[in-house]
Nanobody, 122 residues
Framework: VQLQASGGGLVQSGDSLGLTCAVSGRTFGNHVTTWFRQAPGKEREFVAAIRWSDGNTDYADSVKGRFTISRANGDNTVHLQMVSLKPDDTAIYYC????????????????WGQGTLVTVSS
């Protein structure tokens, strides 16, 4: 499975931004696409995930209510809509894929996209 993230940019605090993860290759029904992010000097952390088979989602507490992960049926693209952005959301955002259940553990993901930079100015 190959993943490619796009949509990052420079926005102001309170703005909205949407990221896209294009997924290609052999994806099975229980594929999971997950967004992680890594801020300067910090470890890569879980943001949000969606399981393709049933649309089940999971969100980090820090983004719950502000970020929405979605995928249209039959579409190999996963979207992350971010609203009310804060300077603390500044990071490189990566999408990753795995087969099975949703997991917040980055070491369980073998397939990673190249990352897209989101910068939120105050």
């Amino acid at each position: 499975v190959q993943l490619q993230a796009s949509g990052g940019g420079l926005v102001q605090s309170g703005d909205s931004l949407g990221l896209t993860c294009a997924v290609s290759g052999r994806t099975f029904g229980n594929h999971v696409t997950t967004w992680f992010r890594q801020a300067p000097g910090k470890e890569r952390e879980f943001v949000a995930a969606i399981r393709w088979s049933d649309g089940n989602t999971d969100y980090a507490d820090s983004v719950k209510g502000r970020f929405t992960i979605s995928r249209a049926n039959g579409d190999n693209t996963v979207h992350l809509q971010m609203v009310s952005l804060k300077p603390d959301d500044t990071a490189i955002y990566y999408c990753a894929g795995r087969t099975g259940v949703i997991s917040r553990r980055r070491e369980l993901y073998r397939s990673w996209g190249q990352g897209t930079l989101v910068t939120v100015s105050s």
